[in-house]
């Protein structure tokens, strides 16, 4: 259930008078769409799982009597990380394509300033990491800014400014798991839905000392407040000047390795149970035929003589042990979570045959993922169109003569699974479509990721066929003629 605001306005949360105490509390005070990073860490990282977390879940530690110890296997599989890895990489290893809608040269160069602003923040890279920790924790952030650093003017984005856009991104994770930002973070909204207020409770080192810091951004206004040892909140107050929250927020209901919990269970219990096996029966068993003359080897020693009488001998025997059934056993619980998650199992040994597939038979293999990655892309292209007005916006803050471009510019942001492209393929295919008047050159050339401007590489190739037809022509067609 969203959080919807339980007093009128945020006028009145912030009304003159009331305490930071009553205004953050307020600010906090929301349910969302998305379980707790407390209850879901304990799934997600594999040192919390039962297996070696519950000391009654396995045999105690045990010391023989000539001092050995025994300790029991505790192996743990990390199957909800590998699911995350697996659905980031399906989603976003390929990077997110941006098709721009423009008419005019100078909606052409805004737009061409927007990609400049991606690529200062390495927006590809920025992707990963955040949407690998929306994965693991159902909820993230990121939050836009305008920085003066140095001041020295720069025409990063085409014009002269001093000004740079950044960004900063936060999820309930540690930095350590997520390499994004910590953050408690509290999303307000209204009675229609709308996002009025995006908070985030974090700490920060100051001069060595731990602080506590609480962050609100609202259309309008930010507010820095910062607690300090005696428990006194101060705030710092700044003005929005894009008129519009400088954040993207994204949430969801359940992890996507939500419901695979029993399946990875099985698979740590029986991968401990058989390394417990196997180190007790891994050293051969000695068979002892008829009476020992003298007393035996001490302690059970090996590499000491036997004496026996007539007919007796010494024998070693190699336990038979069978691997196949465990290894059934625990491929089998990979297919449930497998099938469960809709991310394939990419182990070495389930892709040796890869290479040789065609690019249709890739594309089948990966089926499952491509629907999981559709699925999931809605929620995500919502939160990157709203990103993308974020950015616009800032961008006709620091240069003005293009306020008028924020509602006519507009992106579809496609994102494209992963797949091992076979490109001979898919080239042919297209210059078949091309020659069969099925497809335009234009939409033709824009199907391949290399190609940043379709305009311009086809600008490119009528140039150089326009060249390669002048190259051919004859001087002068009556050379040589009687």
């Not at 900063?168 to 930095?175: A, G, N, Q, T």
Request: hydrophobic share 35%.
């Amino acid at each position: 259930m969203l959080n919807l605001l339980n007093m009128n306005t945020l006028e009145e949360i912030f009304a003159e008078g009331r305490t930071p105490e009553a205004i953050i509390a307020d600010l906090c005070s929301c349910s969302k769409d998305a379980p707790s990073w407390s209850e879901l860490i304990k799934l997600y990282d594999e040192k919390l799982h039962p297996i070696k977390s519950d000391p009654t879940l396995r045999p105690k530690d045990k010391t023989s009597e000539d001092g050995q110890r025994d300790v029991p296997a505790k192996i743990s599989y990390p199957a909800e990380k590998i699911a995350v890895r697996r659905m980031s990489q399906m989603a976003f290893s390929i990077p997110v394509k941006r098709i721009y809608s423009t008419t005019t040269d100078e909606e052409k160069k805004f737009a061409e300033a927007i990609e400049m602003v991606y690529d200062s923040v390495r927006i590809d890279g920025v992707n990963m990491k955040r949407m690998k920790a929306y994965f693991a924790s159902c909820e993230m952030a990121t939050v836009w800014y305008l920085t003066d650093e140095g001041g020295e003017v720069h025409e990063k984005y085409g014009f002269s400014t001093t000004a740079k856009i950044r960004c900063r991104s936060y999820s309930p994770m540690s930095s350590k798991m997520s390499r994004i930002s910590q953050a408690e973070i509290y999303p307000l909204f209204d009675g229609t839905g709308d996002l009025v207020a995006l908070s985030f409770r974090y700490e920060m080192s100051i001069g060595g000392k731990s602080v506590e810091k609480f962050d609100c951004f609202t259309a309008h206004k930010a507010y820095y407040w910062t607690r300090d040892e005696g428990g006194v909140w101060t705030v710092d107050e700044k003005d929005i000047v894009i008129g519009k929250i400088p954040a993207a927020y994204i949430n969801s209901p359940s992890a996507i390795y939500e419901g695979i919990e029993d399946f990875r269970n099985e698979i740590e219990f029986s991968n401990s149970r058989n390394s417990d096996v196997i180190k007790k029966n891994s050293s051969p068993i000695i068979v002892v035929s008829g009476e020992i003359v003298g007393a035996p080897p001490a302690n059970g020693r090996g590499r000491e003589a036997y004496q026996l009488k007539n007919g007796g001998s010494v024998n070693l025997l190699n336990p038979a042990m069978s691997s196949d059934q465990v290894k059934m056993h625990i491929g089998t619980q990979k297919e449930f979570i497998s099938e469960y998650t809709q991310m394939p199992d990419l182990s070495m040994e389930n892709i040796k045959g890869l290479g040789a597939m065609s690019g249709e038979a890739r594309k089948t293999l990966l089926t499952d993922a491509h629907l999981k990655v559709g699925e999931e892309s809605h929620d995500i292209i919502w939160f990157l169109d709203r990103e993308f007005s974020v950015i616009k916006s800032m961008l006709a803050t620091i240069h003005p003569v293009w306020k008028g471009l924020v509602n006519k510019v507009s992106c579809k942001h496609v994102i494209t699974p992963f797949i091992q492209n076979d490109q001979t393929a898919q080239t042919d295919r297209l210059a078949k479509r091309v020659d069969g008047k099925l497809l335009s050159r234009r939409s033709a050339i824009g199907q391949f990721e290399d190609v940043a401007d379709v305009d311009e590489e086809l600008k490119r190739i009528q140039e150089e066929t326009m060249a390669d037809i002048e190259a051919q022509r004859v001087g002068n067609v009556f050379e040589g003629a009687y």
